[in-house]
């Protein structure tokens, strides 16, 4: 079996725009796009390469911009996509922003006021651990606002979302969909594994009692917020290989949609002497 084409990977994880998403038929463990795990491997690899002389292009021209916004439940593995796909991107021109619970100061402006300071720089490539979608997520689910309030974060949503696509910033948005047997697993791991064990978070026991709210929550978000400038793909999380795997295609194929070149220069060979 062949690595999938990015459109072929595109059509098989987008929840489509304008159509009716169920959460519930999209299976974390799907193995459909990379039955092989080391064809899975064998395609990150290949991808990470690409995608690093793509963010040098992208950063030597200076005028586009890459937004990757990772979101998915604790040991979805946000964290680890982000050293898989990008294992051989140069730090020249990258922003990873991790969004946690919101500072006071924060707090006193309006909810996307962190999150556009944090977009990134022309040129650059930014990557959200956790983004905006928290406060249709976490903040819906403990009830953090009104119901009200939530209601107006979708189109809200959206449109800062456009007005970004409008001004030369690309967005991949992957739900890094795990399942809660394997979440179950996993948070055991960060017991269990010393090298683990600062990562585990009570709190994140409770958050798994709301799992049906929570996933609840996701496909509201989902249902509302992909759209044609910036769709939302459900990615297959169980397996961390193939996870990596799919999110690298998504991303490889944004740059190369950019069709980036090289910057011309007024310079040329013999203008100097070198010595």
């Not at 899975?40 to 911009?65: C, P, Q, W």
């Not at 999150?115 to 689910?141: C, Q, T, W």
Request: a neutral charge.
């Amino acid at each position: 079996m062949p690595i999938p084409s990015i459109t072929a990977t595109r059509k098989a994880l987008m929840a489509s725009p304008g159509k009716a998403f169920d959460l519930s038929a999209r299976d974390p463990g799907d193995r459909s796009l990379f039955d092989d795990k080391e064809m899975a491997e064998t395609s990150l690899k290949k991808d990470a390469a690409v995608i690093n002389e793509l963010k040098d292009r992208m950063y030597a021209e200076g005028k586009r911009s890459l937004l990757v916004i990772l979101q998915g439940m604790d040991t979805a593995g946000k964290s680890g996509t982000i050293k898989g796909v990008f294992s051989d991107t140069t730090p020249l021109g990258m922003e990873v922003k991790a969004f946690k619970a919101p500072s006071s100061n924060e707090l006193a402006r309006d909810y996307l006021w962190r999150v556009h300071n944090a977009v990134p720089a022309k040129g650059h490539i930014g990557i959200f651990d956790r983004s905006h979608y928290e406060d249709v997520l976490v903040v819906k689910v403990r009830e953090f606002v009104p119901a009200e309030a939530i209601e107006q974060r979708y189109g809200q949503i959206n449109a800062f979302e456009k007005h970004l696509t409008e001004n030369g910033v690309t967005i991949v948005k992957c739900m890094l969909n795990v399942g809660y047997e394997e979440q179950g697993v996993r948070l055991a791991e960060r017991l269990e594994e010393p090298h683990k064990r600062w990562k585990f978070n009570p709190a994140d026991l409770d958050d798994r009692k709301r799992w049906p709210d929570f996933m609840s929550a996701y496909e509201t978000a989902v249902n509302r917020c992909s759209t044609r400038h910036a769709p939302w793909y459900v990615i297959p999380s169980d397996s961390r290989t193939r996870r990596n795997a799919m999110i690298a295609r998504l991303v490889r194929g944004a740059l190369e949609d950019m069709n980036l070149e090289w910057p011309g220069s007024k310079y040329k060979p013999g203008d100097f002497d070198i010595g």
